[in-house]
């Protein structure tokens, strides 16, 4: 008990992550890409396609958060400091992002908050990979407590994550559109979306080579006997997703492409986990370390347990109900 | 610089907290009209209701929208700002938050999404349904975050280990003493402010000779709910103080002024407290009220302020005067709808139009109290973070004075632009008012053909909207 809670509250919480990764990581994609629209129409186009469902979509941030101060308080109280100031600009961020869905409709000049859009979308997600950076690359910690520089985190490695993540959601946000919206858009994105999967390989293999050159703890990971055997598929697999999901951007099954990045994106997440499993806070605080209370913890997977079959009832009804391809110039009020 | 954290990490998340709770105010009272707007449609099959139910969507849909993007900060602040605190408190206050997460934000911005998008794919019950379950949900949220506040204040139901909070008892710590009062308080303040905002909107309707019928309606539906809710506050109120005199009395002495607990204490209308001399200055008061309230007992004695010492005593001036401000409020609200319901029966409200003029002016008092309340609640508990537990000053983070005020900066202007153009578009929407909602152009699905005259209408509409 002692030794499994914390591990599954890890998987709870990782879920978590993983569903707003690739939830809201279409959303901020858009916004990502928003500027490359050729009117306002095709804007709302590609707005409407996702109006119902950003607000659901970044609850699972909330939910993040609010979850890892739950289960593992010490590893939150440590992160988030250490982390200051890409955690509150990505939050400055995601305000803009979201009141430009609403002010947006109301405003009779869209382009403020077009702008307030592209430009939030992309902070939120730029700062969202500098934190990850800063998490895979560690942070110091003494006594349980936060103890490095205010600007460890600033680093090429982090930066570059940044960048990355750019790429990544704008590659889930063209996806999206190649499923959920036709005509020109739907046109465009699938050419964006060839492009963005170079940029997106690219990024991987520099991840993926450097950090194991970076940072010994991630090379033993990887490239100690026996766990070598187990782990190559994990970049093979990738390499076939990725050309397959290069194929699929030719023929015509719409949806097929944004399945495809999906997958990629939790190869990629699952990567990481494998690099940093046990640490919470790498290089030294594992999930047992930073674990709050058994009870806090019971009382959390109880309420989970209970709860997110439900939630994901209600999801997946929402998606139903605003099933199928948006079309150019439809508004979204 | 020599700026202290504790002062700027307060500073900070009492301007994100203070902004944040300006919405839910809100929304929680203005999804809980809009469903019953819904019901009454769905009931009377007037028209008029459900045109009033869409224009009031639209304008939870803009303080929704800030309501949502200034709470999630908020999930995060508590690590940024309050990191010792998520230690020794998170066993605690984090899965509180986590069930508020789980049972209420998902089902707040699902359905949410119905019944913004959703009304031309749904049947008329469940659009309806999908407003009551948002209602549901904000009343739930609510329910959540005063459970962890409540605890802060009167915490039970745990035990310390090293200095660390753990859970002992799940359903004492979150029924704890405290609880019942605020979230009644707490709701009903939620269901005023809003009562207030629309019964400003109708009056405004009704000075300016547009949307008479819906203002009526706004009117009579405000006017009704808040004779009742109003004097229930001062109720509620009342024994919230009780209950806070019981756990918390030097918050309750901060409240009243009350320096010495040997005499009884006199109600101070308006004074300065000094603190230095621990005395108050300028004072009208009414003699031994604040004993008749809180003792019911004309002689009765409840502590001072100097029962305890100084380093243990809130600042007494936030929450001496924000608890004025409450008040003031408070019976303003009273006697407004009370005089309301007056001339409703009089049959004089729609041609009374001094009165018309005052609550159309008035529609931001509900707020105002709000923050009132809270500064009152919250500051009345310093010195501590968690009442008895943890003080303030040792509840923050390893952040530098200079990063929290570069964000503090940064938070205030963001905010400010925000706030004013959030205000700024809901003022445009209500000066519309709700006839433009009834010429909304049918929304496409996908699996119905559109007529050319609808195509046409969409061409012409484009994104002029």
Redesign the interface.
């Known amino acids: 008990m002692e030794w499994w809670l914390p591990v599954i509250s890890a998987g709870v919480i990782g879920a978590a992550v993983a569903m707003y990764v690739i939830l809201d990581g279409f959303d901020l994609g858009i916004g990502i890409l928003f500027p490359f629209a050729r ?3 095709q ?2 186009q590609m707005m409407r396609s996702i ?3 950003w ?2 979509n ?2 699972w ?3 993040g ?3 890892l ?3 593992f ?2 590893a ?6 250490a982390l ?2 890409p ?3 990505m ?2 961020a ?3 992002r ?2 430009a ?3 947006r ?3 009779y000049s ?1 382009v403020g908050w077009n702008t307030a859009f592209t430009v939030g979308s992309t902070i939120a997600t730029f700062s969202q990979g500098v934190i990850l950076g800063g998490l895979i690359q560690g942070i110091t910690v003494e006594n ?4 490095g520089g ?1 600007f460890d985190w600033a680093t090429p490695f982090a930066l570059m994550c940044g960048l990355a993540l750019v790429a990544g959601y704008a590659l889930l946000g063209a996806t999206w559109l190649i499923m959920k919206t036709e005509g020109e858009v739907a046109e465009r994105a699938r050419d964006q979306a060839r492009i963005l999967l170079f940029i997106v390989l690219g990024f991987m293999a520099l991840v993926s080579l450097y950090t194991p050159y970076a940072f010994q703890r991630i090379a033993d990971r990887w490239f100690s006997l026996p766990n070598f055997y187990y782990l190559w598929p994990v970049p093979l697999v990738t390499a076939l997703v990725s050309f397959l999901l290069w194929r699929w951007l030719e023929s015509h099954r719409d949806s097929l492409p944004f399945i495809a990045t999906i997958v990629l994106f939790l190869l990629g997440y699952l990567g990481l986990v494998i690099s940093s499993y046990p640490y919470l806070v790498p290089p030294t605080l594992t999930v047992w370390d930073t674990a ?2 058994p ?2 913890q019971l ?2 997977l109880i ?2 347990i209970c ?2 079959p439900i ?1 994901l009832g ?2 997946v ?2 998606y139903w ?2 099933r ?2 948006v ?1 150019e ?5 | 610089m020599d700026l202290d954290p504790v002062l700027l990490a307060r500073i900070q998340f009492a301007f994100t907290i203070a902004f944040h709770i300006i919405f839910p105010s809100f929304t929680i009272g203005l999804s809980a009209y809009i469903t019953t707007l819904g019901v009454m449609w769905l009931r009377t099959d007037d028209e008029r209701y459900h045109r009033l139910m869409r224009f009031w969507t ?1 304008i939870f ?2 303080s929704f ?2 309501g ?6 908020l ?2 602040q ?3 700002n309050w ?2 605190f ?2 020794v408190a ?6 509180l ?7 209420a ?3 707040e ?6 019944l ?3 009304f031309n ?2 049947p008329p019950w469940l659009y309806v349904l999908s407003a009551a379950i948002v209602a549901l949900g904000t009343a739930i949220s609510a329910f959540w975050i005063l459970a962890a506040n409540s605890w802060m204040q009167t915490p039970t139901g745990h035990e310390m280990r090293d200095g ?1 909070a ?3 008892d ?1 359903l004492a710590i979150i029924f704890n003493p405290s609880f019942p009062y605020r979230f009644a308080h707490m709701l009903n303040a939620a269901y005023l402010t809003t009562g207030f905002v629309v019964l400003a909107v109708g009056a405004r309707y009704l000075l300016a000779g547009k949307h008479v019928e819906d203002g009526r309606i706004m009117l009579r539906m405000s006017i009704g709910l808040m004779a009742i809710l109003a004097p229930l506050q001062l109720l509620i109120g009342d024994l919230h103080g009780l209950n806070t005199l019981e756990h918390q009395p030097i918050k309750i002495a901060a409240m009243e002024g009350h320096w010495d607990g040997s005499k009884p204490g006199d109600f101070t209308i308006f004074g300065w407290p000094d603190e230095e001399n621990e005395r108050n200055r300028f004072e009208i008061a009414i003699p031994n009220a604040a004993s008749l309230v809180l003792t019911h007992s004309w002689n009765g004695l409840f502590p001072g302020l100097t029962s305890v010492p100084p380093d243990q005593r809130p600042p007494v001036l936030n929450v001496f005067f924000s608890f004025r401000i409450m008040l003031a409020v408070g019976f303003y609200m009273i006697a407004a709808a009370l005089f309301g319901a007056f001339l409703w029966w009089r049959g004089q409200l729609f041609e009374t139009r001094w009165y018309l003029r005052v609550v159309a002016s008035t529609w931001w008092t509900g707020f105002v109290a709000v923050i009132a309340g809270w500064v009152v609640t919250e500051s009345g508990r310093q010195p501590w973070l968690v009442q008895d537990i943890l003080r303030t000053a040792d509840g923050i ?4 004075a200079a ?1 929290l005020l570069g ?1 503090i900066t ?2 205030v202007i ?2 400010g632009i ?1 706030f004013w ?2 205000i700024y ?1 809901i003022n ?2 209500i000066n519309r008012g709700p006839e433009g909602r009834a010429l909304e ?1 049918p ?5 119905r053909p559109l007529t050319a005259a609808e195509e046409a209408a ?2 012409a ?3 002029g ?1």
């Open positions: 009117n306002e129409m804007r709302d109006a119902p469902f607000d659901g970044e609850t941030l909330v939910l958060g609010a979850g101060l739950a289960v308080p010490a939150y109280a440590v992160i988030m400091p200051y100031l955690v509150i600009v939050l400055l995601l305000v803009f979201g009141v869905f609403e002010f409709i109301v405003s869209k349980g407590e936060f103890a205010h709050a209370a009870s806090s009382f959390m309420g989970t709860l997110l939630i209600y999801i009804f929402i109900l605003f199928g391809k079309r110039g439809e508004t979204y009020h | 639209k849909a803009v929208a800030m949502v993007v200034s709470g999630i900060v999930s995060y508590l690590g940024t990191s010792r998520s230690v998170g066993n605690i206050v984090g899965p938050i986590g069930y508020e997460v789980l049972t934000f998902f089902l911005a699902t359905f949410l999404g119905v913004l998008f959703g794919r749904v660390i753990h859970p002992v799940w983070s390893p952040v530098p990063s964000t940064l938070f963001c905010y925000v153009m959030g578009y445009r929407l152009e929304e496409g699905l996908p699996s969409r061409e509409i484009g994104s909207r």
